[in-house]
């Protein structure tokens, strides 16, 4: 959801020689990963890895590999992502979370987004397509249920795009809070997506990165994934948890 970097990406070559069919390649779908620049060595296995295993022993006990699929030579955990999903999390409070989703559904379609984000001077582009995006009661709670456990039931933001602007969807909650909270109408979001109106964004905070989960990535549906048989309902094929949530700039 921020950042201007390249992504991770790094090489396991084979001791034996280096040979193509003992060499490969990892990307990080998001934030690149610590080390992702130095390349290490490692010997061709005569079988294939139980790789799920293997990285389920040294991950935290809330990050979990559920399955893997080979890809082609031209395949980016990053760039061949197909659209992203965000979740940010709160408590209801006193928030009015149908003015709130009334004005999350602004949000839908492709727009120019330079108000909703941090300015990043190398992007020139800032249009870009918000897919789904509601607010909704956490972990599966209706809304009446959350609504008779009012003032503390979680609370949650959740927003699909096919990419995002530096610290857009920190910005887009800041923007919803302050509906919420009665500062702002719901037509706010409309009105800074009009550039003739609002040319430059307006000087407000952002909202903090602490509640904003990475929830998942999708890519196109292809071949299935082993351990898993096929695909999730959105295409994806990776690692399930807690990550951080700050992913890379599109």
Sequence with gaps: ?????????????????????????????GFPPVGSEAKGEAKA?????????????VLPDDIRVIGWRPVDAHF?????????????????????????HVAAQQLLGEHDFRNFCTIDPTVTNFRR????AAIQPAGGVSSEEAAAALPSSCWEFQ????????HQVRCMVAILFLVGQGHERPEIVSELLDLER????????????DP??????????????AGLG??????????GGEAEAEAEAE
């Design 129 to 132: 397509s918000i897919l789904t």
């Design 230 to 239: 096929h695909y999730g309902k959105s295409g994806e094929c990776a690692a």
């Design 159 to 166: 927003v699909r795009g096919s990419a995002f602007l530096y």
């Design 198 to 209: 609002y040319p430059r964004r307006p000087n407000y905070k952002i909202a903090s990165e």
């Design 1 to 29: 959801e921020g950042g201007g970097g390249a992504g991770g990406e790094s090489t396991v070559r084979a001791a034996d020689g280096g040979s193509a069919e003992g060499s490969h390649r990892y990307t990080s779908g």
């Design 45 to 57: 296995p005569a079988e294939e890895y139980d790789y799920c295993h293997m990285l389920n022993r």
């Design 76 to 100: 980016s955990a990053r760039f061949s992502a197909v659209h992203r999903t965000y979740k940010y999390f709160f408590t209801r409070g006193s928030l009015d979370v149908h003015r709130m």
């Design 212 to 225: 904003l989960l990475l929830y998942d990535i999708g890519y196109e549906l292809g071949a299935p994934c």
